[in-house]
């Protein structure tokens, strides 16, 4: 829940980044931060299916909060950087959110949306370094009108931050479709809460391109310079993916079901397992119909020393006048 990082633990990641490099905020949102989830589904669901399941409402309670404390506190951030970690808590939330749901669907979205965050939250946070080394700050106050002379800037960080929303076409929204379309099938209500994360992402991430970009350009920001080749080349790419994640996300899905599929079948609470494993089982049709003959004492066949027929199987296990283990041998069956 500290790497995750898991609301009221989450305190660390802001500072993190804020003091990082950029290369360290990349590798810390693109990697180091997926060892929570990765623990999670590893670890804590396989190995302990019943404390997960119980503890499955408080975990994703903590997991909204998550979702919408972290956007809410996002607005409100003066500090780019710091505002794009803040994001990090609410995608985060998301992922937990659809882990702790144990639905196939949701499990799903929660694996791609770890691909996803990293993918988009990692290029975001390229950007906000490269405008750093040009422009020294990181305060959103001192910017605006940036689109004017860094077209290509604009650009990209539009792309990325409709990405990081989860427009769609773009690899977010698949995530995000699926951890929702999973929850809603469970519980509606956390479905509900968790969609209005997705509303309040939209609102500061747009609001914070507005005022980034948009608007009168600053004196000072004049001859604001545009990316180099080589960082254009390293956008494009990353824009690619998230393009290529959006639009064929059948490719990575496809890919992920049969683990899925095991890691729930692993993480079934125990009463569930042994609930399953007790419930009667019915009679096969063809054993209801057979005839039954007890066996004679004397071991000799009873198809040619006939002792009278019982009604059916059925009839005889539920009299008890055979052990339902050996219903089947004694029954005249092809079964």
């Given at each position: 829940a500290i790497k995750v990082p898991l609301f009221p633990l989450h305190t660390w990641l802001p500072d993190a980044h804020v003091e990082a490099p950029t290369a360290g905020s990349v590798i810390l949102a693109g990697v180091l931060l997926k060892m929570g989830t990765y623990g999670l589904l590893r670890f804590c669901l396989p190995l302990f299916p019943d404390a997960a399941h119980a503890l499955a409402p408080a975990i994703i309670a903590l997991a909204i909060v998550g979702i919408i404390y972290g956007s809410l506190v996002a607005m409100v951030q003066p500090d780019l950087k710091k505002l794009i970690a803040y994001s990090s808590v609410a995608h985060l939330g998301f992922v937990v959110l659809g882990i702790f749901s144990f639905?196939?669907?949701a499990v799903q979205g929660a694996v791609y949306q770890m691909l996803n965050h990293g993918v988009s939250t990692g290029a975001l946070f390229l950007l906000v370094g490269m405008m750093y080394d040009r422009l020294h700050t990181r305060n959103i106050?001192?910017?605006?009108?940036?689109?004017?002379?860094?077209?290509?800037?604009?650009?990209?960080?539009l792309i990325t931050t409709l990405s990081s929303i989860g427009l769609p076409l773009l690899n977010n929204f698949v995530g995000e479709f699926l951890i929702l379309l999973g929850v809603l099938q469970e519980r509606t209500l956390y479905a509900v809460l968790g969609a209005s994360g997705i509303v309040l992402s939209a609102g500061y991430?747009?609001?914070m391109y507005q005022r980034v970009f948009l608007g009168e350009v600053r004196a000072e920001h004049a001859h604001f310079p545009d990316l180099g080749l080589r960082e254009k080349a390293i956008l494009l790419a990353s824009v690619a993916v998230m393009l290529f994640m959006g639009v064929a996300s059948p490719y990575f899905l496809d890919r992920m079901n049969p683990a899925t599929a095991e890691l729930l079948d692993r993480?079934?609470?125990?009463?569930?397992?042994?609930?399953?494993?007790?419930?009667?089982?019915?009679?096969?049709e063809a054993l209801r119909r057979t005839p039954l003959r007890k066996t004679p004492a004397d071991g000799s066949d009873p198809v040619s020393n006939p002792l009278p027929v019982f009604n059916n199987c059925e009839a005889a296990l539920t009299r008890n006048e055979i052990p339902p283990d050996k219903l089947a041998k004694t029954c005249h069956s092809t079964i």
């Open positions: 639905s196939t669907i106050a001192e910017m605006g009108g940036l689109a004017t002379p860094a077209p290509v800037l604009a650009s990209l960080f991430m747009l609001w993480s079934r609470s125990r009463e569930i397992r042994v609930e399953q494993q007790t419930t009667p089982q019915p009679v096969p």
